[in-house]
């Protein structure tokens, strides 16, 4: 029989043990997904009229980019609101010549104009006509001018989708998108500068799926494209407070039960976490799409085309999550022809995604997948816009 010693002792060692679960919970976060500062912006995303100029930006900062690392600067003047690249938030092997980053900078763009019209403010955008180069440097570089001047507020049902369109990791349901609602979808974003080219064959889609995996594959071995990777991952709720940015636990696609075990246990290594990535691409987001996408562009490399294909995502996500579907990028393959421009070797990505989309005189530069989620996609962090904005006389 327990001696009354033993007792207290093995209560005790219990309530250490309670303790320091309890604190590991808090520490993580793991009752907490998506709460706190640094998902406060997803809330303020309208602003009120005493914004001015500002307001337009609360919705620009929530828009889709890579790796959620949020690499703009805005500097707001009597010219309207100038868009910077801030190439310090770079992902360095895995974007060496800065075109994801411009992507992004198109999506915010784009979600700038549609609150500037919902506000009243009148934008025209003027995109920066330059050439993206291998590894530029950290300095800002101007990316995009949006000139804003009074005229009538305009009701636009994609204004509303701003603060509902998140990026979707999970899996996705057996339910075909229409084609009617794939036309639909292309004419909202084709343009002389860009097309989209949905992959819905059985064969093509198997053919093509097995390029995501495998060029997934490609980026997992390559050291430097993982390192650069994994610099972007945030864990536990002090970590996401810190920097409020980067791809979390919340965002990766796991069911709630999942989530809460995954903040519960110890952090994975960097080898581990691009092994369970990997699978994850082959089972989730390559085993349940149910389309492809590519958007391409007249030359990847243009600043001014790399800004329109990204305002055309996220015209296109905020198209689709108006209608109830989710979409993920997968643009695994095409972080692979940069990777292979960097380092000189040959490339057969950009001569097969050209032909999946059939679009000879086309460069790809982004992949993607959407469908019917099987649960809703989490808020990622942003950084205020007290970050974000500098002011100009």
Known sequence: MPTRRALITSAGAGAVLLGA????????GVFTSGEGDA??????WRGTDIDGPHRPLRAGILAANPHDTQPWLFSISASGITVFADRSRDLGTFDPFRREM?????AAVENLVHAANAFGQGP????????????PGPEPVRAALVMLDASPPERDPLFLAIPLRHTNRGPY??????????R??????????????????????????????????????????????????RTGAKEIAQHRDGVTVDTAGLSPLMVKAAKMMPDQDRATADQYWLSMTKDTHVGTASVFGVILVRDRL????????????????????FAGISAQP?????????????????????????QFANAPGWEPTFVFRMGYAERPAQPSPRRPLSDVVKEVA
């Open 39 to 44: 998902y406060t912006p997803w809330q303020e």
């Open 102 to 106: 411009h992507l992004g900078l198109g």
């Open 124 to 135: 025209q955008v003027v995109p920066v006509e330059g050439r993206l180069t291998l590894s």
């Open 184 to 233: 639909l979808f292309a004419d909202q974003i084709s343009s002389d500068r860009v097309r989209v080219a949905f992959i819905v064959d059985p064969k093509a889609k198997h053919e093509m799926g097995n390029m995501i995996v495998e060029s997934t594959q490609r980026i997992v071995a390559d050291p430097q494209m993982s390192q650069d990777s994994a610099h972007w991952f």
């Open 302 to 321: 243009s600043m001014a085309d790399s800004i329109a294909a990204g305002r055309a995502w996220q015209r296109l996500h905020l198209v689709a999550t």
């Open 21 to 28: 679960l309890g604190y590991r919970a808090w520490d993580r």
């Open 173 to 182: 349901r057996e339910r075909a998108i229409v084609p009617d609602d794939l």
């Open 330 to 354: 997968l643009n695994q393959p095409v972080e692979c022809i940069d990777r292979n421009a960097m380092l000189g070797r040959s490339d057969t990505y950009e001569k097969s995604l050209v």
